[in-house]
């Protein structure tokens, strides 16, 4: 079901599409504007197809207090609008701006002249005259089992294979480690988190599955952004509602991903905003003390940080931590030798390694 490209209207778009498992489970079916591309010619929706990488692990949506803060964590799509692999499964099948399908009947249709319908009744026990539901709730069940095998978890990167003691790493992924993990560097792990005393791969997930606000550059190519008015606001909107347990500060706040498989994903952030992985970490650590870099200027000259959020969001972008406290001309936490150490580290993070 995953790779079926009859599963949507027209017909041509599959799960894998969007989720290609060579492009580190993103890209956007075949897209060049950091959102994805819909089955519909000229279809083209909001947001970087997020990784379903890993996704097993991410768990269901809650909130939390922690040292006094109130914390969205978990929860699938960008937003986590979805608390099971089975909702996030049904979401693209319907959705208008992705495979565009008119209902659970027509889902249903397609399934039970399928080449795999036999399988589907037999692992279900589908009867003959099971209606429409069952099939479609059969789907998603379905295609909620094959993200939760080992096909799309594999553990299988050089950094899974130095844990279990069959590789070693180089000195510059060394070095990138441990600007990943010092919090006065690249303090990746804040955020990215990691059981650094574990061996068991399953611990080393690189996300908390907390949200954050990054203040990233607008993305143009989005269509809705040709509306000086509309913002993506992430947990607040607009495909879903703000949490009532949750302040309007986390408006603008996005689940942080995996970083497994990052340097294989053709666009990196929610919106697709950044291709290339040096860049994006090159954002991070130099956001704040070169902004004219990232941003672009008013009328009247001024750059505009944090563009892509209203201007009352703004004031909640993540600006505590390092590598973001610092201030236009100050030296940033990384250097440019270290940025690359960084980046050869995250691309240990890639499945399919050979010892």
Known sequence: MFFDTRLSNPPGTACASCHDPQLGWGGNNRSRSGVAAGSTPQALGGRNSP?????AFVPAFHVKREKGEVKAVGGLFWDGRA??????????????LEMNLASESELAQRLRSAPYAADLRAAFGLAEPADDALWARAGYAALAAYQRSPEVSPFSSKYDAVLRGQAKWSPQEARGRRWFLDPAKGNCAACHEVAQRSKNPAEHLFTDFTYD????????AIPANADAAFFDLGLCGPARQRPEQLPASV?????VPTLRNVAKRPFLFHNGSFTDLAESVRFYVQRDTNPARWFPRDAGGRVQRFNDLPMAQRKHVNRDEAPYDRNPGQRPRLSEREISDLVAFLKTLDDGFRP
Do not use: K, M, V
């Open 51 to 55: 990784t379903i990488g890993y996704a």
């Open 83 to 96: 608390d099971s692999l089975e909702a996030q499964a049904r979401g693209p099948l319907f959705a208008p």
């Open 213 to 220: 606000s990054l203040g990233l550059p607008r993305n143009p």
């Open 251 to 255: 408006c603008g706040g996005f689940r």
